[in-house]
Nanobody
């Protein structure tokens, strides 16, 4: 059974950086597409970025362009999300998701983590 566990969430001041990590068990990330989504209270789950099994990346909304970067460590079987120049509107619960392919739609992904809360405030 594939299980995803996010870590690295927390509080950061505006302009700061944070790195989230998704630890995957039950499958090898080189065989999976892995994505990050985020969800603010009362709002739909928003696509952030994704990486396919071949290492190709899929970018999310313009508001995140140049500020977030997805990477993976095949040895550790983890996928990370580096977030820079964070803004208060980036406050959300961030979810790691995995499936056999990637897209910006949550329905593409069969496996989900429990989420990591990120709070950006002064």
């Amino acid at each position: 059974q594939v299980q995803l566990t996010e870590s690295g969430g927390g509080w950061v001041q505006p302009g700061g950086s944070l790195r989230l990590t998704c630890s995957v068990s039950g499958a090898m990330i080189r065989d999976l597409g892995v994505a990050w989504f985020r969800q603010m209270p009362g709002v739909y789950r928003e696509f952030v970025t994704a990486m396919g099994s071949n290492g190709g990346r899929l970018s999310g909304p313009d508001s995140l362009q140049g500020r977030v970067f997805i990477s993976r460590d095949i040895t550790d079987n983890t996928v990370s999300l580096q977030m820079n120049r964070l803004k208060p509107e980036d406050t959300a619960v961030y979810y790691c998701a995995a499936g056999s392919s990637i897209s910006s739609s949550p329905s593409t992904y069969q496996y989900w983590g429990q989420g990591a809360r990120v709070t950006v405030s002064s």
